[in-house]
Structure formats: structure tokens, C-alpha cells
């Protein structure tokens, strides 16, 4: 099992500013094992607001140097390491990020990647079977990951393919449609999130639109598509009208990610984390209750 946790659905620059919709990535929720992609900026907050630890993360994923799924890397690798105490937690990134791109910028700061246990360079098209030695769960847990090349304005960018709990998740991250690549990569994959920024009829270079998306589905046929990192326009013309515009033109079940939302891969359907949180905070007062009860 393998909940998939939105903190941010919302992509371009525009959307970035005003937000609309959030900006914080998501993270893939294991037995053992949390990872987060892409902390842009509110993830430390949503995170919180769904009701997790941000010091129980295990691991970041960031596809790329921009500034919409970097920007909160720094605050988590403090959480992963404990306040900065420790040396704790795992990062993959692009080059850009760990060590900067051609104008010597880069992402996350050599004080914060020296806190952290493993800190590795993923390039595209390269393997990694990352064991993790002190999940927070309190036991070991591992998983694999295969970087999918992108045609963004990152050339050290990444897609992914990432195994855990025996659940392949696909993520385009931000690219353009590459037939030759893209179809092969992600085929028959659990779920795919793609990070569609515009309608068919609304392209922009470097990124994905739902007509390109439509034919990466028919091609590769995921057992589900979610969108999200979607764009200002998209939000506002109704995120769920153009999924059921790509479902209905793929043959591919596909959903709009929503924020503060999770789908369960076991359970097969989207959950509410506040709710979820609540819920769970009631069943356990219940149960402490039943047990102080029987104490007495």
C-alpha cells in the first residue's frame, strides 16, 4: 500500500504568487517509509495541516532547481536531521540542486546537505536502490528509482519511476511530451502523476498539455493518471471537467489532484488528510478512554 499525498496541486508562475492552488509537492506514503517530492513553498505548512511530522519525513525527491519544488527542502532537511543535531534523512536531486547549474546557483545550501545521511545526485536516465537505515518508523526500508530524462529548461531535471511496497508510481515532473522516452518509461505503471500545466489547446514550451497527455496515455496505459502542477487557466476553467475530457479521450481512469488530499492505492479512492486526522485523533481518545475504563 502506498498513499499518494497532495500538498500542492498548482503549477506556473502565476498560480506560484496568488495560490491559488498550493505549491508543496506530495509525498508517497509507505509502510515504513515517507518520501516527499518537490517541497516548493507551503509544504512545511501543509504538511502540518494534514497532520504529519515533518521530522518523520525519510526522504526528499527534487526534480529540478526551480523554485516551485525546492523552496522548503532546507526547512525538512532540518526536521529530517532533527533541528540540524543530526545527521538524518536522504535527499535525491538534479546536479542544478546539489551542486548548481551553469551559473554556479544551486538549490539547497552545503550546510544543509552536510546534515544530511545520504545526499545523491540523481542524473537522467540513471538507476538507485536507496536503502533507508533509520526510517522513522523504526524499522529499515528501501526503494528504487529510475530518473526519466525531460525537456525542460533544467537540463539536469528528472522524471521518475519509483518502486515501494511492490506500488510503481510515475511522475513527468515538468517536461514536454517525449514519445520516445515518456511511453516506454512510465508504461503500465501504477499511477501516473502528470504535471499537466495546460488544456490541449493552450500549449507552452517545456511543459505538458492535456493533448500530449492524452497520447502519452493511450501509449503507455497507466492503471490511473492524476493530474496536477496545474496551471492558473486550467484551475479556473475546472481542473475536473479536463480530467474527464483526458479520461474519456485516453480510456485511462484520470483524476485532479486536489490539496490536502490523499489517494490510497489500497483503498482506491481519495480521502480528506484533515478528516482522516481527525478521525483517527476521536478513535484514539475512544480507545484511551476504553482503557482507562477497564484500568479503573
Given at each position: 500500500?502506498?498513499?499518494?499525498?497532495?500538498?500542492?496541486?498548482?503549477?506556473?508562475?502565476?498560480?506560484?504568487?496568488?495560490?491559488?492552488?498550493?505549491?508543496?509537492?506530495?509525498?508517497?506514503?509507505?509502510?515504513?517509509?515517507?518520501?516527499?517530492?518537490?517541497?516548493?513553498?507551503?509544504a512545511?505548512?501543509?504538511?502540518?495541516?494534514?497532520?504529519?511530522?515533518?521530522?518523520?519525513?525519510?526522504?526528499?525527491?527534487?526534480?529540478?532547481?526551480?523554485?516551485?519544488?525546492?523552496?522548503?527542502?532546507?526547512?525538512?532537511?532540518?526536521?529530517?536531521?532533527d533541528?540540524?543535531?543530526?545527521?538524518g534523512?536522504?535527499?535525491?536531486?538534479?546536479?542544478?540542486?546539489?551542486?548548481?547549474?551553469?551559473?554556479?546557483?544551486?538549490?539547497?545550501?552545503?550546510?544543509?546537505?552536510?546534515?544530511?545521511?545520504?545526499c545523491?545526485?540523481?542524473?537522467?536516465?540513471?538507476?538507485?536502490?536507496?536503502?533507508?537505515?533509520?526510517?522513522?518508523?523504526?524499522?529499515?526500508?528501501?526503494?528504487?528509482?529510475?530518473?526519466?530524462?525531460?525537456?525542460?529548461?533544467?537540463?539536469?531535471?528528472?522524471?521518475?519511476?519509483?518502486?515501494?511496497?511492490?506500488?510503481?508510481?510515475?511522475?513527468?515532473?515538468?517536461?514536454?511530451?517525449?514519445?520516445?522516452?515518456?511511453?516506454?518509461?512510465?508504461?503500465?505503471?501504477?499511477?501516473?502523476?502528470?504535471?499537466?500545466?495546460?488544456?490541449?489547446?493552450d500549449?507552452?514550451?517545456?511543459?505538458?498539455?492535456?493533448?500530449?497527455?492524452?497520447?502519452?496515455?493511450?501509449?503507455?496505459?497507466?492503471?490511473?493518471?492524476?493530474?496536477?502542477?496545474?496551471?492558473?487557466?486550467?484551475?479556473?476553467?475546472?481542473?475536473?471537467?479536463?480530467?474527464a475530457?483526458?479520461?474519456?479521450?485516453?480510456?485511462?481512469?484520470?483524476?485532479?489532484?486536489?490539496?490536502?488530499?490523499?489517494?490510497?492505492?489500497e483503498?482506491?479512492?481519495?480521502?480528506?488528510?484533515?478528516?482522516?486526522?481527525?478521525?483517527?485523533?476521536?478513535?484514539?481518545?475512544?480507545?484511551?478512554?476504553?482503557?482507562?475504563?477497564?484500568?479503573?
Amino acid at each position: 500500500m502506498v498513499d499518494l499525498l497532495f500538498l500542492g496541486t498548482g503549477g506556473g508562475r502565476f498560480n506560484l504568487v496568488r495560490q491559488m492552488r498550493g505549491t508543496g509537492g506530495f509525498l508517497l506514503l509507505g509502510k515504513n517509509a515517507t518520501i516527499h517530492v518537490d517541497p516548493g513553498p507551503g509544504a512545511l505548512l501543509r504538511l502540518h495541516a494534514a497532520g504529519l511530522d515533518p521530522q518523520k519525513t525519510d526522504a526528499l525527491i527534487v526534480t529540478h532547481m526551480h523554485v516551485d519544488h525546492v523552496s522548503d527542502a532546507g526547512v525538512l532537511i532540518e526536521a529530517m536531521s532533527d533541528h540540524m543535531l543530526s545527521k538524518g534523512g536522504v535527499l535525491l536531486a538534479s546536479r542544478s540542486v546539489i551542486s548548481g547549474d551553469r551559473h554556479g546557483d544551486k538549490s539547497i545550501s552545503t550546510y544543509h546537505q552536510s546534515r544530511l545521511e545520504q545526499c545523491v545526485t540523481l542524473a537522467p536516465g540513471e538507476k538507485k536502490e536507496v536503502r533507508i537505515a533509520k526510517a522513522k518508523s523504526g524499522r529499515p526500508d528501501s526503494f528504487s528509482i529510475t530518473a526519466v530524462p525531460v525537456k525542460h529548461d533544467d537540463p539536469t531535471g528528472f522524471g521518475f519511476v519509483l518502486t515501494l511496497d511492490g506500488v510503481r508510481i510515475g511522475y513527468t515532473s515538468d517536461t514536454e511530451y517525449l514519445p520516445a522516452v515518456h511511453d516506454k518509461a512510465f508504461a503500465g505503471v501504477d499511477a501516473l502523476i502528470a504535471n499537466n500545466l495546460k488544456t490541449a489547446d493552450d500549449h507552452i514550451p517545456d511543459h505538458l498539455n492535456s493533448g500530449d497527455l492524452v497520447k502519452l496515455l493511450k501509449s503507455a496505459k497507466p492503471k490511473l493518471c492524476i493530474l496536477s502542477h496545474m496551471g492558473m487557466k486550467l484551475i479556473v476553467s475546472g481542473p475536473e471537467l479536463e480530467a474527464a475530457r483526458i479520461q474519456s479521450a485516453s480510456g485511462v481512469p484520470t483524476y485532479a489532484g486536489k490539496d490536502g488530499y490523499y489517494y490510497c492505492t489500497e483503498r482506491c479512492g481519495w480521502f480528506d488528510a484533515a478528516k482522516e486526522k481527525k478521525k483517527a485523533k476521536e478513535g484514539k481518545s475512544r480507545k484511551d478512554e476504553g482503557q482507562k475504563r477497564l484500568t479503573l
